[in-house]
C-alpha cells in the first residue's frame, strides 16, 4: 500500500499549464527524489504534495484520504516542508525557529511544555545545531540554516518530510551532511522523504527511486539504475552526459561532458 | 536549554513587570492633576484623611474614566501597530501613518452628522471607514509587492485626505455634537465620561483574540507558504486579525480621535527589550501601551499652564522622530 498517492494531476500557473497528468506512488519509508531540468515543475509538485497549490485535475492522496481534506494542521502533523528559499532576516532564534514546528501539536494559546522543548532540542542534536540554539537566524551559514529548518521540520514530527533542493548552495562536506542525516532519520524514525534535487549524483547515492520530470510530464520514474542512463538523460536534459558506476556503490554516475570532449563522446561510449 | 528561556516564564515575568507598572500608571493618573493638590488624593486613595466630596468626584467621576480610557485607546492602539507591523511586512506601519485612523475618523463624523447615536451607528461607520482604508492600503501593498515605500507614501496620502474630509466636514456642519476640530485632529482624551466607557468593552474581545493568534502570527513571518506548511490556516488568520484591528481601532477613534505614533514607540521599544516572540509581545504591548498613553495624557493636562493640550500633541512629539529615527536606520541597512 502507497503512503502518498498521485493521480493523474494537472496543474497551471494561469494559462501556464505546469503538469501534466502527473501519476506516481510513493512507499512509506521511501527516500524519493525527483529529478528533471529547470522548469520542470519539480517545486510545483511538491507544492501540490503539500497542500499548498490547488490542483487543477486529478488527486493527491495521503494515506488513502485527499490533500485537501485534511485540515491546515492535521496535514502538518503528517508532512513536513522544508522550502528551498528561507526568510535570512527573520528575527528569531535558532532554538525558538525550531520550537515552532510544535505548533500543529499544540492548543490553542500554543505555549510550549517540557516535552515541547525536549523535542527540539533533540532535534537540534540530530541536526547538529544544538551549539546555535541561541544565535539568531540571519547570524547563521547557508548549511546551517538549512540543518536549523530541517530541525524544525523534524521537531514537526510528520512521517512525511518534503524538501525543496537541500543540498543547493552547499559545499560537497555539506552537503553529505544533509543527505546522511535524510538517510540515517529515514532508517531510525521510518521517515518518508520526497526531495526535489539538482544533483544527480546525490540523487543516485542515496534514492530508492526517482522521478523524472520535463516539462510537467513523467519522462522516467524508477530505481536510479533504470532511469539514470546516458541515453535517458542526454535526451531529456538536451545535453550530452555520460554515465559509469560509482567506485564504491556501483551506483550509477553521471559526468559532464563540455564541449571540448564532446567529439570523444561516441568513441567512449563504444569503450563502455 | 542553551539560550531558551520557556515562553510560559517570559509571559510571566513580562505580565507581572508591566502589570505593576500600569498599577503605577493609573495610581499617578487618579492622583496628579490641575486641581486638588496629590497629597490629598493619596490620602483619599488610602482611605485616610477627612472625607472630602469635592475631590472624590474629581477622582472617580472625571479622572477615573479619563485613565480607562486612556488604558483602553494606548493598548488597542499599540497592538494595532504591532499586528499591522507583522502582517504588513512593514516595520513602520501603525494605524495612524497608515491612515486606518483615519478613515475610521471620517465615518465617524459622517456618523454624527447623520444623527446617529454612539452606538451603534456611529460605531458601525467608523468601523466602515476603517475598513474601507485598510482594503485601500492593502491593495496598495499587493501591487507593488514589498515595497515599503508605496505603502507608506499611500498611508500619508490618506492621512492627508482624511483630515481635509474631516475639516471639510466640520466646518460645514452646525451640529453641536461634532465636537471641536483639535479633538478629532490630534487626539484628546478630554471627552472621557463614564457613559463612553461601556463600549470600549468591546476591545476586550479583540485583545483576547489577538493573543490567540499570535503564534500564527510568528510563523508568518516565516513567509506565507512556509506557514501554510506548518499548519497556519493563512487567509482566515490575515482576515481576522485585520477585521479585529481595524474594529479595535475603530472603537478607540470614536472616543479619542487620532492619537497617532503609540502603535509605533510602543512595539519598537518592546521588540528591543523582548525580542520577537509575539506571544510576549502581545500581553507586553497591551499593558506598557495602556500605561504609556495614561502618562502622556498626565503631561497632557498638566503640562499647559492654562487648560490642557491634545494627547496626540505628546504622542506625536515622542513618535514622529523615532519614525525618522527607524527611517533612517533601514535606509542605511536595508
Redesign the interface.
Known amino acids: 500500500m502507497s503512503l502518498i498517492d498521485i493521480r493523474a494531476v494537472s496543474l497551471q500557473y494561469g494559462p501556464r499549464q505546469v503538469i501534466r497528468q502527473v501519476s506516481v506512488n510513493i512507499g512509506q519509508g521511501e527516500f524519493f527524489v525527483i529529478i528533471g531540468p529547470n522548469g520542470a515543475g519539480k517545486t510545483t509538485l511538491l507544492?501540490a504534495l503539500?497542500g499548498?497549490h490547488p490542483l487543477h485535475s486529478g488527486e493527491v492522496l495521503i494515506r488513502q484520504r485527499p490533500v485537501g481534506a485534511y485540515a491546515?494542521?492535521?496535514?502538518?502533523?503528517t508532512l513536513?516542508?522544508v522550502?528551498q528559499?528561507?526568510?535570512a532576516d527573520?528575527?528569531?532564534?535558532?532554538?525558538?525557529t525550531v520550537?515552532?514546528?510544535r505548533?500543529?501539536h499544540?492548543g490553542?494559546?500554543?505555549?510550549?511544555g517540557k516535552r515541547d522543548?525536549q523535542l527540539?532540542?533533540q532535534a537540534m542534536e540530530f541536526t547538529e545545531v544544538?551549539?546555535l540554539?541561541?544565535?539568531r537566524l540571519g547570524q547563521l551559514s547557508g548549511g546551517e540554516r538549512q540543518r536549523v529548518i530541517i530541525a524544525r521540520a523534524i521537531c514537526?514530527q510528520s512521517k512525511i518530510l518534503l524538501l525543496d533542493e537541500p543540498t543547493a548552495s552547499l559545499d560537497p562536506a555539506h552537503q553529505l551532511r544533509i543527505m546522511d542525516l535524510m538517510e540515517r532519520l529515514r532508517l531510525k524514525e521510518q521517515i518518508t522523504v520526497v526531495m526535489v534535487s539538482h544533483d544527480l549524483n546525490l540523487a543516485s547515492a542515496y534514492a530508492d527511486r526517482l522521478l523524472l520530470l520535463k516539462e510537467g510530464m513523467v519522462e522516467k520514474v524508477g530505481t536510479p539504475r533504470e532511469v539514470l542512463t546516458s541515453a535517458q538523460l542526454s535526451q531529456s536534459y538536451g545535453c550530452t552526459l555520460l554515465v559509469d558506476e560509482h567506485p564504491l556503490l556501483g551506483t550509477p554516475r553521471v559526468n559532464l561532458v563540455p564541449e571540448k570532449a564532446t567529439a570523444r563522446v561516441t568513441g567512449h561510449r563504444e569503450g563502455v | 536549554?542553551?539560550?531558551?528561556i520557556?515562553?510560559?516564564r517570559k509571559?510571566i515575568i513580562v505580565t507581572l513587570t508591566l502589570s505593576l507598572l500600569l498599577s503605577v500608571a493609573v495610581l499617578l493618573g487618579l492622583t496628579c492633576g490641575s486641581s486638588g493638590d496629590t497629597a490629598a488624593a493619596w490620602q483619599l486613595l488610602l482611605g485616610r484623611g477627612a472625607p472630602d466630596a469635592t475631590l472624590e468626584t474629581i477622582i472617580w467621576q472625571l479622572r477615573w474614566p479619563r485613565v480607562v480610557l486612556a488604558a483602553g485607546v494606548g493598548a488597542a492602539l499599540s497592538l494595532g501597530g504591532l499586528v499591522f507591523q507583522a502582517l504588513l511586512r512593514n516595520p513602520l506601519a501603525e494605524p495612524y501613518i497608515l491612515g486606518v485612523s483615519g478613515g475610521s475618523a471620517v465615518g465617524a463624523i459622517l456618523g454624527i452628522l447623520a444623527g446617529f447615536s454612539l452606538f451603534p451607528g456611529m460605531a458601525i461607520c467608523s468601523f466602515a471607514g476603517s475598513l474601507a482604508v485598510l482594503l485601500l492600503v492593502l491593495l496598495l501593498s499587493k501591487r507593488k509587492e514589498g515595497s515599503s515605500d508605496a505603502l507608506l507614501l499611500g498611508g500619508v496620502m490618506v492621512n492627508a485626505f482624511c483630515g481635509a474630509i474631516i475639516m471639510f466636514l466640520i466646518s460645514i456642519s452646525k451640529t453641536v455634537q461634532v465636537q471641536k476640530m483639535i479633538f478629532w485632529l490630534m487626539g484628546d482624551l478630554s471627552a472621557a465620561g463614564t457613559a463612553s466607557l461601556p463600549l470600549l468593552l468591546g476591545v476586550i474581545p479583540c485583545f483576547l483574540l489577538i493573543?490567540?493568534l499570535?503564534?500564527?502570527l510568528?510563523?508568518l513571518?516565516?513567509?506565507r507558504?512556509?506557514a501554510?506548511?506548518?499548519?497556519?490556516?493563512v487567509a482566515v488568520v490575515t482576515l481576522v486579525l485585520l477585521i479585529t484591528t481595524s474594529l479595535m481601532v475603530s472603537l478607540t477613534v470614536c472616543h479619542s480621535g487620532l492619537i497617532g505614533f503609540v502603535g509605533l514607540t510602543i512595539p519598537h521599544i518592546l521588540?528591543l527589550i523582548l525580542?520577537?516572540?509575539h506571544?510576549v509581545l502581545v500581553p507586553a504591548c497591551l499593558l506598557t501601551g495602556a500605561s504609556y498613553l495614561i502618562f502622556c495624557d498626565l503631561l497632557a493636562r498638566s503640562l499647559p499652564s492654562q487648560g490642557e493640550m491634545a494627547v496626540g500633541i505628546v504622542t506625536a512629539m515622542v513618535g514622529a522622530p523615532l519614525f525618522i529615527v527607524l527611517l533612517w536606520r533601514e535606509r542605511r541597512c536595508p
Open positions: 507544492k503539500s499548498l491546515r494542521k492535521e496535514l502538518a502533523r513536513a516542508l522550502p528559499q528561507i526568510n527573520f528575527p528569531f532564534t535558532v532554538a525558538e520550537l515552532m514546528g505548533y500543529p499544540l490553542l494559546l500554543a505555549v510550549e522543548l527540539a532540542e544544538i551549539d540554539a541561541g544565535r514537526q | 536549554m542553551l539560550g531558551y520557556p515562553v510560559y509571559l493573543f490567540m499570535a503564534q500564527p510568528n510563523l513571518l516565516t513567509g507558504e512556509t501554510s506548511a506548518m499548519g497556519v490556516n521588540r525580542g520577537s516572540d506571544r
